[in-house]
C-alpha cells in the first residue's frame, strides 16, 4: 500500500496526483461521502508525508464517462499559491492553497476547459464547437475563481463577428482560445476572406473588441479561394499565450500579450 494515500479509501486509482510537493486525492469518508484530501511531501526522501489534511466536501460525484481518466484532478500554480480542480459529473470543483493553508472547494460552474493561475485567481476555459450550416458558431465559456468561489461567464463566435458570419471559421480546428493575463484571446481561421484572426480584451466585452489579422492566409495559387490555414492552437504561458497557426507551408509560432501584441517566435 502506498504509504501517501495509507488510511483512506480510494474511490478509484485515477483519483489521486501530485502536484509539486503536495498530494490531493479524492477520498471516502465514513460518514460524509466524498472528501478532498492532501498531503505535504516531505524535503528529504528519508522523511514522512505529513498527516493528510481534510480539504473538504465534493458535492459532485466523479463522472462516469471521462473522456481521459487521468484528468480528474488537475492542477495550476502562480506565486502565490496553488489551485486543484477535481472533475465532477455536472460541475468541476476548486480548492486554493494560499498562505500554507487549504481553502475548501467550491464549484466551478462548468466541467473540463484549460485551467491557468494567476495571483489567487483559476480560471477554466472551454470552447464548445457548433455547427450552423458550414460554419463553426463556437461559445468560449470561463469560470474564474478564487477561495471565494467561481464567477462563470461566456461569448459565442456570433458575438465576437457582429454579425459577419462570412469570416467565421468553417470547423472545430479554426477557433482556439485562451486565458491571457486576466483577459480572454479568442483567434480564429476567418478562411480565404477573413485570413487568421484574434481578438484579446475582458470576456464581457468580447464584441466592442477589435480584430488583430496574424496572417492573409489567401492561397493565391488557387482557382477556388482556398485559405493556406488549416489550424489555430493558442497555449496559456504565464501572462502571455502561445499562438500556433499551421499552415500548407509549415507552422507559424507567435506570442501575444495582454494587449493583443503579436512577437514571431523562431
Known amino acids: 500500500e502506498d504509504p501517501l494515500l495509507s488510511g483512506l479509501e480510494l474511490e478509484s486509482a485515477t483519483h489521486a496526483g501530485l502536484f509539486w510537493d503536495h498530494v490531493l486525492y479524492r477520498g471516502k469518508t465514513a460518514t460524509a461521502g466524498a472528501h478532498l484530501f492532501a498531503r505535504k511531501l516531505p524535503p528529504t526522501a528519508m522523511g514522512e508525508p505529513s498527516p493528510p489534511i ?10 462516469a464517462d471521462a473522456p481521459n481518466e487521468d484528468d480528474q484532478l488537475s492542477a495550476c500554480r502562480s506565486t502565490d499559491g496553488i489551485a486543484v480542480r477535481v472533475r465532477g459529473a455536472k460541475s468541476d470543483a476548486i480548492a486554493f492553497l494560499a498562505g500554507g493553508r487549504w481553502s475548501a472547494p467550491v464549484k466551478m460552474g462548468h466541467k473540463g476547459g484549460t485551467l491557468t493561475c ?6 477554466a476555459t472551454k470552447v464548445t464547437t457548433a455547427m450552423e450550416g458550414d460554419k463553426n458558431l463556437a461559445t468560449i465559456a470561463q469560470a474564474r475563481c478564487n477561495t471565494g468561489g467561481c464567477t462563470p461567464a461566456s461569448t459565442s463566435m456570433k458575438e465576437v463577428l457582429g454579425g459577419t458570419e462570412a469570416i467565421a471559421p468553417s470547423d472545430a480546428n479554426g477557433v482556439t482560445a485562451a486565458d491571457v493575463n486576466g483577459k480572454l484571446l479568442v483567434a480564429w ?3 480565404y476572406t477573413g485570413g ?15 480584430d488583430v489579422v496574424v496572417c492573409d492566409a489567401r492561397d493565391e495559387g488557387s482557382s477556388q479561394r482556398l485559405t493556406t490555414a488549416l489550424e489555430v492552437r493558442a497555449i496559456p504561458a504565464s501572462g502571455f ?3 500556433l497557426v499551421s499552415t500548407t507551408s509549415g507552422v507559424r509560432a507567435l506570442r501575444v500579450d495582454q494587449a493583443g501584441k503579436l512577437t514571431p517566435i523562431g
Open 54 to 63: 481534510d480539504v473538504g466536501a465534493l458535492d459532485e460525484p466523479a463522472p
Open 118 to 123: 494567476r495571483g489567487l485567481e483559476a480560471v
Open 189 to 191: 481561421n476567418g478562411g
Open 196 to 210: 487568421v484572426r484574434l481578438r484579446v480584451a475582458p470576456i464581457e466585452r468580447m464584441r466592442d473588441g477589435e
Open 241 to 243: 499565450a502561445l499562438l
